[in-house]
């Protein structure tokens, strides 16, 4: 089982501010099938980022996926109100499959 | 437009079996490399996959839940089932099920809330 850790827990940010997320994979995630995903309170989970580093239909590009192997980067470029949430990674590469335990973006 | 729904019990009591069902719409079981799995999240914890199902029958589970889960597809209908046995309340948890490109869950559904309690 390939073991996805995100890190930081939590970020504590202002809007307009940088965020970087980072996701460590115990075993090198195959074709880089590495995603990302928003969650707000109450909702299901909203596709972000796809095969490492490909924006779903719809995600504004101040998103983005860097990464390979074993080391994944969500990247925000500047937050906007709307970005405070909950982020997972997940790997579709091999079974079973697997998430992350979320990082926390969070207003500072 | 892919849109998917889940339904079922709400409460269900320990050692019950849970049945879960996902109707969907905008796509097609019988459609090639097409899946549909299910995933599920405990309150105020992470993502948990628990299993798919594809256009040709193949499937996979979760190991850890393995002996626990049956999924089938009803093409015809567009659903997909979910049963699982032996409901504990640690089963408590948002269950959702998820249009598969490949493995990739693309499309949600809303989700359904399952307490496990007597």
């Known amino acids: 089982e390939i073991v996805l850790t995100q890190s930081p827990g939590t970020l504590s940010l202002s809007p307009g501010q940088r965020a970087t997320l980072s996701c460590r994979a115990s075993q090198s995630v195959g074709n880089n099938y590495l995603s990302w995903y928003q969650q707000k309170p109450g909702q299901a989970p909203r596709l972000l980022v796809y095969?490492?580093?490909n924006r779903a239909t719809g995600i504004p590009d101040r998103f983005s996926g860097s990464g390979s192997g074993t080391d994944f980067t969500l990247t925000i470029s500047r937050l906007e109100p709307e970005d405070f949430a909950v982020y997972y990674c997940?790997?579709?590469?091999?079974?079973?499959?697997?998430f992350g335990q979320g990082t926390k973006v969070e207003i500072k | 437009q892919i849109t998917l729904k889940e339904s079922g019990p709400t409460l269900v009591k320990p050692t019950q079996t849970l049945t879960l069902t996902c109707t969907f719409s905008?796509?097609?079981?019988?459609?090639?490399?097409?899946?549909v799995g299910w995933i599920r999240q405990p309150p105020g914890k992470a993502l948990e996959w628990l299993a798919l199902?594809?256009?040709?029958?193949?499937?996979h589970f979760n190991p850890s839940l393995s002996s626990r889960l049956t999924i089938t597809k009803d093409t015809p209908r567009n659903q997909v089932v979910l049963t699982m046995t032996n409901m504990d309340p640690m089963d408590t948890a948002t269950y959702y099920c998820?249009?598969?490109?490949?493995?990739?869950?693309?499309?949600w559904g809303q989700g359904t809330p399952v307490t496990v309690s007597s």
């Open positions: 997940h790997q579709h590469a091999r079974s079973p499959l697997t």
């Open positions: 905008g796509f097609s079981l019988s459609s090639y490399a097409v899946g």
């Open positions: 095969n490492a580093y």
């Open positions: 199902i594809y256009w040709n029958d193949d499937n």
């Open positions: 998820t249009h598969l490109g490949g493995w990739l869950s693309d499309y």
